[in-house]
């Protein structure tokens, strides 16, 4: 089964508006992480955000948050006023705390968003 | 250096080959992982490393690809008589040991096997 998916192939967004990209996630580690990573056309990856499993706190990075809805398993990222420097790949990944995965991310297929003026 | 490097950044290689990818951590990293993205996908991972320890090489695809961190710092990636599957971008990350918050990713090695 898939530990990290992601449903949108593509988002499209207007310059300055916010946008929402979905994650859901698969695990019965009582203690995990969740990350966004952008990776634009470069190929680089750039850590965006980071909830650990036991935060009360939805993560907050700039304008960038994290929607975390533990029982039903979502991660969505929200960008709040979206700049055209924000198109690129936007991949959500998973970090099991226990046993032999330890400190390995499982990612999802990636969301490609374009924001457009 | 400030961040996580790796070279080639572009490696073109005919099948049946060797390649060899390297990797440079950020300094004083003890974590490393070696992640494999194939055109269109995520990363999907291939090993890991604590220090000069592999701790975990379950995601390695098959006994042609072999990682090795012999002093803890450096990582190297080999991969033997490369095939046309292979190509992919190698993606090195790091991190604190104990602190796996985030992982800083290289800007990762096109491999392309003709």
């Known amino acids: 089964a898939q530990k990290i998916t992601q449903t949108q192939p593509g988002m499209f967004v207007q310059e300055k508006e916010a946008v929402t990209l979905d994650c859901t996630y698969d695990t019965s580690d009582p203690s995990y992480g969740l990350f966004w990573y952008k990776q634009p056309s470069s190929g680089e990856m750039i850590f965006l955000i980071y909830q650990g499993s036991y935060d009360q706190q939805n993560a907050t990075e700039g304008r960038y948050s994290l929607n975390f809805q533990k029982a039903r398993k979502s991660a969505n990222l929200v960008i709040s006023a979206s700049q055209l420097g924000d198109s690129a790949m936007y991949f959500c990944?998973?970090?099991?705390?226990?046993?032999?995965?330890?400190?390995?991310?499982?990612f999802g297929r990636g969301t490609q968003l374009t924001v457009w003026p | 250096g400030a961040g996580v490097s790796q070279s080639p950044r572009y490696k073109v290689a005919k099948r049946g080959q060797d390649v060899a990818l390297r990797c440079d951590p950020i300094s004083g990293h003890v974590s490393l992982f070696w992640y494999q993205q194939a055109l269109g996908q995520g990363p999907e991972f291939l090993t890991y490393?604590?220090?000069?320890?592999?701790?975990?090489k379950s995601g390695l695809p098959s006994d042609r690809f072999f990682a090795e961190r012999p002093e803890g710092s450096v990582s190297t990636l080999k991969i033997q008589r490369t095939q046309q599957e292979d190509s992919a971008v190698y993606l090195c990350a790091s991190s604190l040991s104990g602190n796996f918050n985030e992982q800083f990713f290289g800007p990762g090695t096109r491999l392309t096997v003709l």
């Open positions: 990944a998973m970090r099991e705390d226990r046993g032999s995965t330890l400190g390995r991310l499982y």
């Open positions: 490393f604590q220090n000069e320890a592999q701790l975990d």
